[in-house]
């Protein structure tokens, strides 16, 4: 059964680096999303992207966000100065398409912002 | 503004007994509502969804929700427990006339005793 793959499984980096979170999604899934879970809290939403552009952000979606579709099969996810309050596990999800919204999520990447 | 709630943190019920896990929701047009299961140390996994139709729907592994408008409820149920359920689960909203994201309750741990 296919399925969203990410790597890395686990990052850890120091406060202001740049991290690149990587998600293959499901390989003929049109739409793709970022979220993210701080620990003991809730999933919330990040990102979605459709069509080569973001269709949704959220207000956590900041100029220090971005979302990119570099080639056929990867969808990554830049932060680009990292602060404490990034640290979290972040998981990517992909859909068919409006006819069939089921999300379908990766098993995650903790980032550890030291 | 669309939100959803799970009013228990935590259900604990004995092996083979019936399960109900809860969820109310608020959102201003038609909701598309769905159930995720999370294992330790594993991502999301989509267990069901109603979109429309037939208020009962079934999902894997046996479990069931009903979708209550009246009472804006999507419970999660089960009639036999196993302890192989024991994870948390997430209700997530999406409402149809607003965008693509999904909107995710706080998760309720479930805990099957043997």
């Known amino acids: 059964e296919p399925e969203v793959t990410q790597t890395p499984s686990h990052q850890v980096t120091q406060m202001g680096q740049e991290v690149i979170l990587r998600c293959v999604p499901i390989?003929?899934?049109?739409?793709f999303y970022w979220y993210r879970q701080i620990l003991g809290q809730k999933v919330e939403f990040l990102v979605s992207?459709?069509?080569?552009?973001?269709?949704?952000k959220s207000e956590i979606f900041d100029d220090q966000f971005s979302v990119e579709r570099p080639d056929g099969s990867n969808f990554t996810l830049k932060i680009r100065s990292t602060k404490l309050e990034d640290s979290a596990m972040y998981f990517c999800?992909?859909?068919?398409?409006?006819?069939?919204?089921?999300?379908?999520f990766g098993p995650g990447t903790r980032l550890t912002v030291l | 503004a669309q939100s959803v709630a799970q009013p228990e943190d935590q259900v604990n019920v004995a092996e083979g007994n019936p399960l109900t896990v809860k969820c109310t929701y608020s959102v201003s047009g038609n909701p598309y509502l769905f159930w995720y299961v999370q294992y330790p140390n594993r991502g999301l996994q989509f267990l069901l969804k109603?979109?429309?139709?037939?208020?009962l729907v079934k999902g894997s592994y046996g479990f069931e929700a009903e979708f209550n408008k009246s009472q804006t409820s999507f419970h999660l149920k089960k009639p036999s427990a196993l302890v192989s359920d024991s994870a948390l689960y997430f209700c997530?909203?999406?409402?149809?006339?607003?965008?693509?994201?999904?909107?995710f309750g706080p998760g309720t741990r479930l805990s099957v005793l043997p």
């Open positions: 390989s003929n899934h049109l739409y």
């Open positions: 999800a992909s859909s068919a398409g409006l006819s069939d919204d089921t999300q379908y």
């Open positions: 997530a909203v999406r409402d149809r006339n607003y965008g693509q994201n999904f909107v």
């Open positions: 992207f459709y069509n080569n552009e973001i269709s949704e």
């Open positions: 109603y979109i429309t139709g037939d208020n």
